[in-house]
């Protein structure tokens, strides 16, 4: 499965941004989907993961009440709202696909997006 991350961009702090991911290549609703995010000088964290109908979500808790993630399977979509954003979430942001839903942050994926940046400034 091939992944496309967007809707990176420089906001300030306070605010909100919606990042998308959209998957072709196979069945995207057998697939269970993460958000990652890797900050400057600092390894991947965990950040999200909705199970394959989406009834399933999982988060880190430095994102949990802020950050939502969603997935609209007719659109072969994934989303992560964030709102209330701080400038330590400010990363490098990936999307993630494995046939196996996993609330482990440690969990690896098989199948992985490009990145988009999301700056927040103070």
């Known amino acids: 499965v091939q992944l496309q991350a967007s809707g990176g961009g420089l906001v300030q702090a306070g605010g909100y941004l919606r990042l998308s991911c959209v998957a072709s290549g196979r069945t995207f609703s057998r697939y269970a989907m993460g958000w990652f995010r890797q900050a400057p000088g600092k390894e991947r964290e965990f950040v999200a993961a909705?199970?394959?109908?989406?009834?399933?979500?999982f988060y880190a808790d430095a994102v949990k009440e802020r950050f939502t993630i969603s997935r609209d399977n007719a659109k072969n979509t994934v989303y992560l709202q964030m709102n209330s954003l701080k400038p330590e979430d400010t990363a490098v942001y990936y999307c993630?696909?494995?046939?196996?839903?996993?609330?482990?942050?440690?969990?690896?994926?098989?199948?992985w997006g490009q990145g988009t940046l999301v700056t927040v400034s103070s």
């Open positions: 909705i199970s394959w109908s989406g009834v399933r979500t």
């Open positions: 993630a696909a494995d046939p196996a839903f996993s609330s482990s942050p440690t969990y690896e994926y098989d199948y």
